[in-house]
């Protein structure tokens, strides 16, 4: 308390702690304790979201993993591109029947994907020709 009472040029910390975090970050603002945040440019990040019966997961453009394991997941989206840094995939024990042709495409850095334990009778071929990294890939527990 002492130490931010001198740094916010001598106002009574103890009071601003007895008002709230709320009114504290108001006047940290007010007195320009944090004005590189204040002034910092916001940035947004699309999130790509699947939904299980029991439960999400999801990526991004920075994402490296997805892990969806087991999360009753019935479909996926035609083009996961959205996260193209993704390295590993784990959509296993879902119940996925199909995938989307494309589903792989944009994800040139794919080094494993699960997709064990699903319920999917086919692939295209050529499905997984867009991703030139793939090294592990687990299909066991389907029905192809």
């Known amino acids: 308390c002492e ?13 601003m702690l007895m008002a709230g975090a709320s009114m504290l970050l108001l006047l940290v603002l007010q007195t320009g304790f944090l004005v590189g945040v204040a002034n910092a440019q916001q940035q947004t990040t699309q999130t790509l979201t699947l939904v299980g019966a029991y439960g999400s ?6 994402s ?6 087991g999360l009753g997941i019935t479909a996926v989206p035609a083009n996961l591109s959205l996260c193209s840094k993704l390295l590993i ?21 794919l080094m494993t994907l699960i997709l064990s ?5 086919d692939l295209a071929p050529g499905f ?11 299909l066991g527990g389907n029905r192809l």
């Open 128 to 138: 997984f020709s867009n991703v030139p990294t793939m090294a592990l890939l687990f």
């Open 64 to 69: 490296t993993t997805l892990a969806c394991f």
């Open 89 to 109: 995939m784990n959509l296993g024990n879902n119940g996925l029947t199909s995938l989307p042709p494309g589903f792989l495409n944009g994800l040139t850095q």
């Open 57 to 62: 997961c999801s990526c991004n453009s920075s």
């Open 3 to 15: 130490e931010l009472g001198r740094r916010m040029a001598g106002r009574m910390c103890s009071s």
């Open 117 to 121: 334990n699903n319920q999917l009778t």
